[in-house]
């Protein structure tokens, strides 16, 4: 069983800072990729940012500047730097990790967080 554990939403003012964190736990062999995903009201989920374990990162071109996903991997944690944040930034945030459970797994999984809400607002 993997679990992704988020923190650090909440609501913040036009133009404030916020970091979310997450951490995945459990039976995992090896991550390949961590990173975040949102979905606003009415809209499809999306990335954002996302890390792989090789250090190589990608960003929406819509958070591009603004956002910046780091990785620990000896903690299997993943955080997002959010800054200069605006009202279109509000979402539903979402933890992702692609990975193996173990050695012998003939191939990767998704696994996702249960979301964190970030609200940017005046």
């Known amino acids: 069983q993997v679990q992704l554990m988020e923190s650090g939403g909440g609501l913040v003012q036009p133009g404030g800072s916020l970091r979310l964190s997450c951490t995945a736990s459990?039976?995992?062999?090896?991550?390949?990729?961590m990173g975040w995903y949102r979905q606003a009201p009415g809209k499809q989920r999306e990335l954002v940012a996302t890390a792989t374990i090789s250090g190589n990162t990608a960003y929406a071109d819509s958070v591009k500047g603004r956002f910046t996903i780091s990785r620990d991997n000896a903690k299997n944690t993943v955080y997002l730097q959010m800054n200069s944040l605006k009202p279109e930034d509000t979402a539903v945030y979402y933890c992702h990790a692609n990975l193996y459970i173990s050695r012998w797994s003939p191939s990767s999984a998704d696994y996702w967080g249960q979301g964190t809400q970030v609200t940017v607002s005046s």
């Open positions: 459990g039976s995992i062999f090896r991550i390949n990729a």
